[in-house]
């Protein structure tokens, strides 16, 4: 079993920036790097949405149109964590934001933007921004 939890999310004006965490623990001594890791989110009256995956190694990234250019998806395999650094935001980036991992299903196939593919998920954190 692998946990996930989310941290920093918060309040901010449109136009700031925010940088989420995501720190994995449980059964990831050693494996976490085999891991690929994504963030999703979910507005309110909305379906959850994908927002930004990295591959194991950090090498491959990959966004969601509305997100490209604005926010960047880094990890730390030495910390177990995952970070996704945002800029620029605006009201519309307004929801809940989930941290979720593939626990290394999909190694060596490349990372997914189906939320199917991913297998754990944390409880996710708040992102509220005020225009």
């Known amino acids: 079993q692998v946990q996930l939890v989310e941290s920093g999310g918060g309040l901010v004006q449109a136009g700031g920036s925010l940088r989420l965490s995501c720190a994995a623990s449980?059964?990831?001594?050693?494996?976490?790097?085999?891991?690929?890791m994504g963030w999703f989110r979910q507005a309110p009256g909305k379906e959850r949405e994908f927002v930004a995956a990295?591959?194991?190694?950090?090498?491959?990234?990959s966004y969601a149109d509305s997100v490209k250019g604005r926010f960047t998806i880094s990890r730390d395999n030495g910390k177990n964590t995952v970070h996704l650094q945002m800029s620029r935001l605006n009201p519309e980036d307004t929801a809940v934001y989930y941290c979720?991992?593939?626990?290394?299903?999909?190694?060596?196939?490349?990372?997914?933007?189906?939320?199917?593919?991913?297998?754990?998920w944390g409880q996710g954190t708040q992102v509220t921004v005020s225009s």
């Open positions: 449980g059964r990831t001594f050693s494996t976490f790097t085999t891991y690929a």
């Open positions: 990295v591959s194991w190694s950090g090498g491959s990234t």
């Open positions: 979720a991992t593939d626990g290394g299903l999909r190694l060596g196939i490349g990372i997914s933007q189906r939320e199917s593919e991913y297998i754990y």
